[in-house]
């Protein structure tokens, strides 16, 4: 039976999800495995100070961090090296407002929901849907709804 011993340990941690990654001296391929299921555009390594940046797609950024920065934080530890991510940006993004600029009309809480799973420019936030965000924060509907249409209101007016 095909990964007997990993549903063994599954099942010993009460059904946890585990990922495997297999493992390569190749440093850029390992990365790339462990920050799977993300799929990088580029990356630089700077092995003098312990440090990779990673370019992605804003909607690959959250599946490389993580719910609560889980994912990246293990790929750093793997690697042995600091990963720093990076969000491309396009010609259409360039006009894109951060979350922090609506601190006066959402709480700040609400907005660190929001960075834990990658978001932190508001098209970043409107381009996800709504079912989508309340399934990978820990907000309720209806505060989803409202900080989208906090949001909306602010590309309304350009």
Same mark, same amino acid.
């Given at each position: 039976?095909?990964?007997?011993?990993?549903?063994?340990?599954?099942?010993?941690?009460?059904?946890?999800?585990?990922?495997?990654?297999?493992?390569?001296?190749?440093?850029e391929l390992y990365i790339q495995r462990a920050l799977s299921p993300a799929?990088?555009?580029?990356?630089?390594?700077?092995?003098?100070?312990?440090?990779?940046?990673?370019?992605?797609?804003?909607?690959?950024?959250?599946?490389?961090?993580? %719910?609560? *920065? &889980?994912?990246?934080?293990?790929?750093?530890?793997?690697? !042995?090296?600091?990963?720093? $991510?990076? =969000?491309?940006?396009?010609?259409?993004?360039?006009?894109?407002?951060d979350l922090n600029e609506f601190g006066d009309e959402i709480e700040g809480w609400i907005i660190d929901?929001?960075? %834990?799973? *990658? &978001?932190?420019?508001?098209?970043?936030?409107?381009?996800? !849907?709504?079912?989508?965000? $309340?399934? =990978?924060?820990?907000?309720?509907?209806?505060?989803?709804?409202?900080?989208?249409?906090?949001?909306?209101?602010?590309?309304?007016?350009?």
């Amino acid at each position: 039976m095909k990964g007997s011993r990993i549903h063994a340990i599954v099942r010993e941690l009460q059904n946890e999800n585990i990922d495997v990654i297999n493992f390569t001296e190749n440093l850029e391929l390992y990365i790339q495995r462990a920050l799977s299921p993300a799929k990088l555009t580029s990356m630089k390594i700077d092995k003098e100070n312990g440090r990779v940046s990673v370019y992605l797609k804003p909607d690959q950024v959250s599946l490389a961090i993580g %719910k609560g *920065g &889980l994912n990246i934080k293990l790929a750093s530890r793997l690697v !042995d090296l600091e990963i720093d $991510v990076f =969000r491309e940006m396009d010609g259409s993004q360039e006009e894109d407002v951060d979350l922090n600029e609506f601190g006066d009309e959402i709480e700040g809480w609400i907005i660190d929901e929001l960075k %834990k799973i *990658g &978001l932190d420019t508001a098209k970043s936030v409107l381009s996800m !849907d709504v079912t989508e965000l $309340v399934k =990978r924060t820990d907000l309720e509907q209806e505060t989803v709804e409202g900080v989208q249409a906090i949001l909306k209101k602010e590309f309304e007016q350009e």
